[in-house]
C-alpha cells in the first residue's frame, strides 16, 4: 500500500472479495524538507495506514530505504552519467517491491501479494490493463515466475475514472490524493534538477548533422534519445538527440528522421511464459469470486529460440509496432521493427506482447 488511490482500493477490493488482508507499506525514500509529493515518503506511508485502519485490515511498514538506494537510486544515477535513460519503475519492481512483497508473504504464510498496479494475470500470464490510459504492464515485464504466480490485481480490468469515483463514493482518505510522479522520488521537481545535486557538469560537444561542433553541452545526464527542447543550440530546423556518446561526451543531434530507429539490440531479457498458478482464488472487480484454473501449465520453452513475431513497445505508453525479434542467446536479442519507430533510448526497456500477452522484455542497448 503506497497511500495513494490505487493500492487504497485494491485492498478494499481484496477485502470485499472476502481474502484476509494485510496491508504492506514499504518506506523506500524521503527527501530533504519533508516534501509531500513524494509518493514513497513517511507522509504517504502514514496515508496508507489511515486507510488500512479505515478498511479495519493490518498493517505493516518494511523501511528499505538502504535497499532503495543501492538498488533503484544510485543505478539511476549511474545509468544517467552514462548518457542512458534508465526507468527506475522498473528498476524497483525487478529488485525490490516484488522480491520483497513476496518475501513478506513467505514470512506470514500468505498465499497471495497484490499491488495497485493496472494491469491482468490470466492463467499464469502477464496481460494488459482493461484501461489503455493506464496500463502498467510495460512496467511488470520483469516479474519472476515465482512472483507471477502469487499475483493478484484487483484493478486490472477497471478503469482509473472508475476506481477514483469508488474511492470517493467509500470516503477512503486517498480518494483526492494527486496522481503519483512518474518517477517517485523525484516528484515534482524536473529530473534534471534532481540529478544537477549529484552529477557534475562535464562540458562536451554538441555535434550536429554533418559532424561539425555546433554548440556545448553541461552534462550527458540533461539529454535524452529523441529530445529537441533545451539543446542548447540554434538551428533554422529543428534538431533532435539522435545518440549519446559517453566515450566522447558528445551529443548528437539531427534531424527527426534521424532519431527513427528500425533495428536495435536488447540484453537482459526476461522471458514471460505460462506458469502453474497457486490454487485459490482471485477477485474480479465488481463480481463474485472466480476460481483460478488448477494444475501446472506448460513453461515457456528453453534453449534456442527462433526469429518470432511481436508488438514492442519502446516507452510504456506508446502503441506495440510489429517486429520481429531474433533471439542472439538466452538474454538478448535483435529486434527488427517492419518501419522505423520513434527514438528507442538506451537504458529504456522494449517489452514483447502477442495481442494482449506479455512475452516478455529487456533493456535497450543501441
Known amino acids: 500500500m503506497s497511500g495513494g488511490v490505487d493500492s487504497s482500493v485494491a485492498a478494499y477490493l481484496l477485502k470485499k472479495a472476502g481474502y ?19 509518493c ?21 511498514v518494511v523501511n528499505l530505504r538502504e535497499e532503495f538506494m543501492g538498488l533503484v537510486i544510485e543505478p539511476f544515477i549511474e545509468a544517467y552519467s552514462k548518457g542512458l535513460t534508465p526507468n ?37 500470464l502477464l496481460k494488459k490493463g482493461l484501461d489503455p490510459a493506464k496500463d502498467q504492464s510495460y512496467a511488470l515485464y520483469v516479474l519472476r515466475e515465482e512472483e507471477l504466480r502469487r499475483l493478484v490485481l484487483p484493478l486490472g480490468g ?30 515534482d521537481m524536473k529530473c534534471n534538477d534532481f540529478l544537477s545535486g549529484l552529477l557534475p557538469d562535464s562540458e562536451g560537444p554538441v555535434i550536429g548533422p554533418e559532424g561539425n561542433i555546433i554548440g556545448r553541452h553541461k552534462g550527458l545526464y540533461r539529454y ?18 539522435t545518440r549519446i ?42 463480481g463474485p469470486v472466480a476460481p483460478i484454473s488448477e494444475g501446472p501449465v506448460a513453461p515457456i520453452s528453453e534453449g534456442p529460440v527462433a ?44 517489452v514483447f506482447y502477442e495481442g494482449e500477452t506479455v512475452l516478455g522484455g529487456g533493456v535497450i542497448c543501441l
Not at 88 to 107: D, M, Q, V, W
Not at 326 to 342: A, F, I, K, L, T
Request: glycine residues 10%.
Open 20 to 38: 484476509d488482508v494485510e496491508g504492506v507499506s514499504l518506506a523506500l525514500y524521503e527527501a530533504r524538507g519533508g516534501r509531500k509529493d513524494i
Open 245 to 286: 556518446d559517453p566515450v566522447e561526451n558528445a551529443v548528437h543531434v539531427g534531424p527527426k528522421e534521424a532519431a527513427l530507429k528500425r533495428e536495435f539490440k536488447v540484453s537482459g531479457i526476461n522471458r514471460l511464459g505460462q506458469v502453474a498458478p497457486t490454487t485459490g482464488t482471485a477477485p474480479i472487480s465488481e
Open 40 to 60: 514513497c515518503s513517511v507522509e504517504a506511508v502514514n496515508a496508507a495506514g489511515a486507510t488500512a485502519r479505515m478498511l479495519g485490515i493490518r498493517h505493516t
Open 307 to 350: 526469429p518470432f513475431r511481436a508488438g514492442v513497445r519502446v516507452r510504456s505508453m506508446m502503441k506495440e509496432a510489429p517486429a520481429t525479434i531474433h533471439m542472439d542467446g538466452e538474454d538478448s536479442c535483435r529486434v527488427v521493427y517492419d518501419s522505423p519507430q520513434w527514438a528507442p533510448a538506451p537504458g529504456q526497456s522494449a
Open 88 to 124: 527506475p519503475c522498473i528498476l524497483c519492481n525487478r529488485h525490490i517491491k516484488f522480491p520483497y512483497l513476496t518475501k513478506e508473504a513467505e514470512r506470514r504464510g500468505a498465499g497471495f501479494i497484490s499491488t495497485g498496479h493496472y494491469a491482468q494475470v490470466e492463467d499464469g
Open 158 to 187: 477497471l478503469r482509473k475514472a472508475g476506481v477514483r469515483a469508488m474511492a470517493s463514493k467509500l470516503g477512503l482518505p486517498a480518494a483526492e490524493r494527486p496522481e503519483s510522479q512518474e518517477i517517485c522520488f523525484v516528484g
Open 224 to 241: 535524452t534519445i529523441g529530445q529537441r527542447k533545451r539543446l542548447g543550440v540554434s538551428s533554422p530546423t529543428p534538431l533532435y538527440v
